[in-house]
């Protein structure tokens, strides 16, 4: 079994130890079954792999099913290697701005583009925090901006702006974990509903004076608001009484330094206007890393992206490849969501 702490330091060791498409099956099954593999068909415990093969076969005589370590996770429709996928994976998370698709494509000589796009945003796809991620807290700004957007006219307004809301954790004068979200609507379902799903119960959560967040005392919400007297340069500034003078103070300093990070970075990644989908994508791969950077070992990254892409479910091929859904489901379809829906039965969710 591999342990975290002997796990790889850095890009030679990576290399050392992912050498061959057998270690990288083994590390794969091993993190997608840390306790020893579990069948899916029947839940006993322990199987061994057929030799030239990647399907383990259940120890239970009575089953002797096979199962594939790739069923059901995003590997579950890639002929490719799963060294090629580690190697994705690696990438993404090791370098600080993730890796673009055409990179991805020239590194791994995929003959396609779209391939290589395909992968990352099945990775993307990964990355976006689910019901499962830790919830934020004790203390939390909130607010939102806009992101992105092209400029026809270099004297003109920017356009195509996506509205996203934001939470960041405060960490003494720093900032903790972030989550992000593209919003279509400013209204206070959107902006609490947010807030609900993410932070946990209880906390104290600051934000401007917005109408729209009113409602989050009544949820369960320590809520503290600030009344804004300026809006210049992105940051807003509260009046404070203090000691019978008023102090103007620079408030939610976390959420706005964290908006114009990601705002430069998707500005440099698109150059162009792109859909809310992808914009959205990108900013749960950017918070990932974001969430983890304090990780003394970059390649514990690396294994966190491993450990959601062993249990992520996959999704169809026609929606991988951003098709519309057939209207009549294939029978090919058919047996690989049965396989799918079987083979996450006794996964376990560690990330
Ligand atoms: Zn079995």
């Known amino acids: 079994m591999l342990q975290i702490d002997d796990f790889p ?29 579990i069948c899916p068909h029947c839940g006993h415990k322990g199987g061994w792999t057929l030799k030239g093969h ?28 799963i060294r090629a996928w580690l190697l994705a994976m690696f990438h993404m998370s090791i370098n600080k701005q993730g890796i673009s698709a055409l990179r991805l494509q020239r590194l791994l000589g995929f003959g396609s583009y779209d391939t290589a796009l395909r992968w990352l945003r099945e990775l993307r796809r990964v990355m976006a925090p689910t019901a499962a991620s830790d919830k ?34 405060k960490n003494g004068r720093g900032c903790g974990r972030a989550r992000l979200r593209v919003i279509k609507r400013r209204d206070g379902a959107t902006l609490c509903g947010f807030v609900k799903e993410f932070v946990e ?19 369960g919400f320590v809520h503290d608001p600030r009344t804004t007297t ?38 440099s990644a698109f150059q162009g206007n792109v859909s809310e989908e992808h914009i959205q994508s990108y900013l749960d791969e950017e918070c990932f890393r974001f969430n983890r950077r304090t990780f003394k ?55």
Not at 201 to 217: F, H, K, M, P, R
Not at 234 to 254: C, D
Not at 325 to 334: E, G, H, Q, S, Y
Request: hydrophobic content about 35%; glycine content about 10%.
């Open 9 to 37: 330091k850095n890009e030679l060791e990576f290399h050392e130890r992912f050498n061959t498409e057998e270690a990288c099956r083994e590390y794969w099954v091993q993190t997608r079954w840390p306790d020893g593999f």
């Open 54 to 81: 990647e399907e383990i076969e259940c120890a239970n005589a009575t089953c002797g099913k096979q199962t594939s370590p790739r069923a059901g996770t995003v590997l579950h429709n890639s002929e490719k290697p």
């Open 136 to 169: 934020l807290g004790p203390e939390v700004e909130v607010d939102e901006t806009f992101v992105g957007g092209v400029q026809p006219d270099t004297k003109g307004p920017y356009v195509g702006k996506k509205l996203v809301v934001g939470i960041v954790e």
């Open 201 to 219: 119960q209880g906390s104290i959560v600051c934000t401007d004076g917005y109408q729209g967040y009113v409602e989050l005392a009544g949820m």
């Open 230 to 267: 300026s809006g210049k340069g992105g940051n807003s500034s509260a009046l404070k009484i203090e000691g019978g003078t008023k102090v103007v103070e620079i408030h939610l300093p976390r959420i706005h330094r964290l908006f114009s990070k990601f705002d430069r970075i998707v500005a």
């Open 297 to 351: 070992n970059p390649l514990k990254i690396f294994h966190a992206v491993v450990t959601r892409a062993v249990t992520s479910q996959c999704v169809p091929l026609w929606k991988s490849r951003g098709r519309e859904a057939p209207d009549v489901p294939t029978k090919k379809a058919t047996i690989e969501w049965k396989l799918m829906g079987s083979a996450l039965q006794g996964c376990s969710y560690n990330g």
